[in-house]
C-alpha cells in the first residue's frame, strides 16, 4: 500500500489545523493509502506520556473499534484524544468519574439509570415545551437585530434551544441557564486563546458546574418532585445515582448535550446559507432526513479516541497493548465506500450511516432522538421566521483539538 503525501508535521488533533479547518482531503489520501496511520507527537504534548497515536480514518474501521470495547477502553486514557500538555495526569484520571470515560460492566450501570431520562415518552414530553422555546428564541432574535438586521447566529439562536433543553429535561431554573453555558464554555475553550481560558479555569468551571448539580441532587433527595432528578438520585429499589454520579452526568450533559447540538446547528446554518437550494427545498417540503444529513456534515466531534487493552489488530494493522487510537469520525462520515457523493450537503440522504453519534457500542449517544428533535425544532422555526435568511459574514472557528466548532456565524434577515 503507498504512503500518504501529507503535510510535513500533519496531525488532525492539533488545534491550529482545526481552527482553520477539517483536514478531508488528508483523511481522503489516509483512507486510500494508510487507513490506519500512526500519527507521531512528541512525548506529552497531548497529556500523555506516549509518542503518538493510531488514527483510524475509514468508516468500517472506526465502527469495529467502537462496538469491542473489551479491545479498546475508553478508561484507560479517557476518549478525550488530547488535553492540553500542561495537564496533569491525576487531572485526566479524575475524568475516568465521567460516563464518557467508563467501560463496562460500570458504564453499563450507569447508562442502565441516566436513560430514564431519555426514553421516548421523556422525549415526547420535552418536545411541546421546546417546539414554543424554539419559536420565542428565533423570534427574539429578530426583534434583537442590529439596524442593518444582522446578529450573531451562534449566541442568538444556535446555543439556546440545547441549553434550554438541558434545563428542562434536568430541572434546572432558565434563568441560570447562562451559568450553565458559561461553565460548559470554560470547559472545552482551554485551546483558544481568544477566551484566554486556561486549564485551571476550566477545571474551576467544571468543579462549579459539578456542585451545582449535586446540591441540585441532595435537594431531591431531601424532598423529591415530579422531574429526572429525582428519578436519578433517588428511585428507590432501582438503583440510582449517587449525588457526585449526578454530577458528573451533568457535566457530561453540558458538554456531550450542549456544546454538539448548538455546533451541529451553527454548521446546519452555514450549510443552508451556502447551499441555497437545499435551503429553499427544506423550506418547501421540511424533509425528515434533514436532521441527520445536518450532523453528518457537521460531524461536531471530530474525534475521540481508545486505548488497546491488548495486542490486536485493526484493519489488517497490528496495535499494540497501550497503544492510543483516534476515532475520525468527520473522516468516516466522508467515506466514498459508504456515501455517495459524500462532499454534497442533501438533507434527503437515505440512507444516512452517519457516525455523527458515535460509531454504536455500548457509547452511541445516548441523547440522539433529543438532539435530532432539537435541530428539527429550531430549523422548522427559522424556516417560518426568517426565510430570507443570509449570511453576513464568514464563520468564527473555534480552536479546539477535538471539537468542529464555530464560535460566530453573522447572518441578515
Known amino acids: 500500500m503507498p504512503c500518504p503525501h501529507l503535510p510535513e508535521g500533519f496531525d488532525a488533533t492539533d488545534p491550529d489545523l482545526l481552527q482553520d479547518r477539517i483536514p478531508f482531503p488528508e483523511f481522503a489520501q489516509l483512507r486510500q493509502t494508510a487507513p490506519v496511520w500512526w500519527c507521531p507527537q512528541p512525548r506529552g504534548i497531548t497529556g500523555f506520556d506516549d509518542e503518538?497515536?493510531?488514527?483510524?480514518?475509514?468508516?468500517?474501521?472506526?465502527?469495529?473499534?467502537?462496538?469491542h470495547p473489551e479491545l479498546f477502553s475508553s478508561t484507560e486514557n479517557t476518549a478525550v484524544i488530547r488535553f492540553n500538555e500542561h495537564i496533569t495526569r491525576d487531572q485526566i484520571e479524575v475524568q475516568k468519574l465521567i460516563m464518557l470515560n467508563m467501560d463496562p460492566p460500570e458504564h453499563t450501570r450507569v447508562r442502565q439509570i441516566v436513560q430514564r431520562g431519555f426514553?421516548?415518552?421523556?422525549?415526547r414530553t420535552l418536545e411541546t415545551a421546546l417546539r414554543e422555546r424554539a419559536r420565542a428564541i428565533v423570534a427574539e432574535a429578530k426583534r434583537n437585530a442590529a439596524a442593518d438586521g444582522s446578529f450573531d447566529f451562534v449566541t442568538q439562536v444556535a446555543v439556546e434551544l440545547p441549553l434550554q433543553a438541558i434545563a428542562e429535561l434536568i430541572g434546572v431554573p432558565q434563568e441560570d441557564r447562562s451559568r450553565i453555558f458559561d461553565?460548559?464554555?470554560?470547559?472545552?475553550?482551554?485551546?483558544?486563546p481568544e477566551y484566554a481560558i486556561t486549564e485551571e479555569i476550566g477545571a474551576e468551571a467544571a468543579m462549579e458546574l459539578i456542585g451545582y448539580s449535586m446540591n441540585m441532587a441532595a435537594a431531591r433527595k431531601e424532598c423529591p418532585a415530579q422531574d429526572i432528578v429525582t428519578q436519578l438520585v433517588a428511585a428507590e429499589g432501582q438503583g440510582n445515582l449517587s449525588s457526585d454520579e449526578f454530577g458528573f452526568f451533568v457535566l457530561l450533559l453540558a458538554v456531550a448535550g450542549n456544546e454538539t447540538t448548538r455546533n451541529a446547528i451553527s454548521h446546519g446554518m452555514h450549510a443552508f446559507l451556502t447551499h441555497p437550494d437545499q435551503?429553499?427545498?427544506y423550506k418547501r417540503e421540511r424533509p425528515a432526513t434533514a436532521a441527520e444529513e445536518i450532523v453528518r456534515w457537521a460531524t461536531p466531534v471530530v474525534s475521540f479516541q481508545r486505548t488497546a487493552t491488548q495486542d490486536t489488530e485493526i484493519g489488517g494493522q497490528k496495535i499494540r497493548k497501550g497503544d492510543r487510537v483516534g476515532l475520525f469520525y468527520s473522516s468516516a462520515n466522508n467515506d466514498p465506500e459508504v456515501f455517495e457523493n459524500p462532499e454534497v450537503f442533501d438533507i434527503t440522504r437515505d440512507p444516512n450511516p452517519h457516525l455523527g453519534f458515535g460509531g454504536g457500542g455500548p457509547h452511541f449517544c445516548l441523547g440522539k432522538s433529543l438532539a435530532v428533535n432539537e435541530i428539527d425544532l429550531i430549523f422548522n422555526a427559522l424556516a417560518d421566521e426568517l426565510p430570507g435568511l443570509s449570511l453576513a459574514g464568514d464563520p468564527r472557528r473555534l480552536r479546539a483539538a477535538w471539537l468542529n466548532g464555530i464560535k460566530e456565524l453573522q447572518v441578515r434577515i
Open 183 to 192: 461553565w460548559s464554555n470554560k470547559m472545552i475553550a482551554y485551546d483558544d
Open 279 to 281: 435551503w429553499e427545498l
Open 119 to 123: 426514553t421516548p415518552r421523556a422525549i
Open 52 to 67: 503518538g497515536y493510531w488514527a483510524v480514518t475509514r468508516h468500517a474501521d472506526v465502527k469495529y473499534v467502537s462496538t
